[in-house]
C-alpha cells in the first residue's frame, strides 16, 4: 500500500521555540494532505487541510500564525510549530489523500505520527 | 452533544471472547462510515468501511443502523493482537471527517 511518512517522530523542544515537522508521501503524489492533533484519550482533531500550490485551510479554532503549513510540493507538506508551549505538547498525524474519492477514504494515508512533548 | 460518541472503556475481554461496541453519531446526514484501530502511540489505521448492507471481514463484522444513527463493531474469538483503541470515524454531509475519541479494548489471556 501507500506509504507517508513522517519526521521526526518524536521531538522534546524548550519553550517558544519553533517545531517543524515534514510529511511525505514516499510513493504517490498528494495533491491534499491533512494535518491532525490528537490529546492523550481524545479523538483525532482535524487542523487543517494543506493543498498543494496553494494556502492551507485551517479549522476553526486553530491559528494559522502559530501553526504554518506549506505543500511546496506534490511529496511534501510541513508544518511548522512556532513559539511552541507546554500546551502545545500532542500527537500531531499526517494523512495524504490519494485520489479524489476522500468519500471512499481508503485512498487517505496516515503517517506514523510525531509525537511533540514542549517543556 | 458531541457529534461521534464512543464508550472510551476500558473493555477488559477474555482470549477467545466475542466483544461489541457502538459508536452514535448526530448528523443524520452523515455519508459514510469507518471504524479504524489504533495501538498505543501509533497512527490510525483502517480496520474497515461499514456499508449499509453490514460486512463482515474474517472474525470482524460491521453494522450500520441509520434509523438509530449508529454503527457497530463486533469481535469475534478475540485475539491478544486484537487489544488497541477502535476509533470510529464519520465522513459528515461537508465532506468533513468527524473522528470518535475511541473505545479501548484490552484482550486478556
Known amino acids: 500500500g501507500a506509504v507517508v511518512s513522517q519526521h521526526p517522530s518524536r521531538v522534546i523542544c524548550k519553550s517558544g521555540t519553533s517545531v517543524k515537522i515534514e510529511c511525505r508521501s514516499l510513493d504517490f503524489q498528494a495533491t491534499t494532505m491533512f494535518w491532525y492533533r490528537q490529546f492523550p484519550k481524545q479523538s483525532l482533531m482535524l487542523m487543517a487541510t494543506s493543498n498543494e500550490g496553494s494556502k492551507a485551510t485551517y479549522e476553526q479554532g486553530v491559528e494559522k500564525d502559530k501553526f504554518l503549513i506549506n505543500h511546496a510540493s506534490l511529496t511534501l507538506s510541513t508544518l511548522t510549530v512556532t513559539s511552541a508551549h507546554p500546551e502545545d505538547s500532542s500527537f500531531y498525524i499526517c494523512?495524504?489523500?490519494?485520489?479524489?474519492?476522500?468519500?471512499?477514504?481508503?485512498?487517505?494515508?496516515f503517517g506514523p505520527g510525531t509525537r511533540l512533548t514542549v517543556l | 452533544r458531541k457529534e461521534v460518541e464512543q464508550d472510551p472503556g476500558p473493555f477488559n475481554v477474555p482470549e477467545g471472547a466475542t466483544v461489541a461496541f457502538n459508536c452514535t453519531y448526530s448528523n443524520s446526514a452523515s455519508q459514510s462510515f469507518f471504524w479504524y484501530r489504533q495501538d498505543c502511540r501509533k497512527e490510525p489505521k483502517l480496520l474497515m468501511s461499514?456499508?449499509?448492507?453490514?460486512n463482515e471481514d474474517g472474525r470482524f463484522t460491521a453494522q450500520l443502523n441509520r434509523a438509530s444513527q449508529y454503527i457497530s463493531l463486533l469481535i469475534r474469538d478475540s485475539k491478544l493482537s486484537d487489544s488497541a483503541t477502535y476509533l470510529c470515524?464519520?465522513?459528515?454531509?461537508?465532506?468533513?471527517?468527524?473522528w470518535g475519541a475511541g473505545t479501548k479494548l484490552i484482550i486478556k489471556p
Open positions: 494523512s495524504a489523500n490519494r485520489g479524489r474519492r476522500l468519500a471512499g477514504l481508503d485512498t487517505q494515508y
Open positions: 461499514v456499508y449499509s448492507s453490514g
Open positions: 470515524v464519520v465522513l459528515d454531509s461537508n465532506y468533513q471527517l468527524i
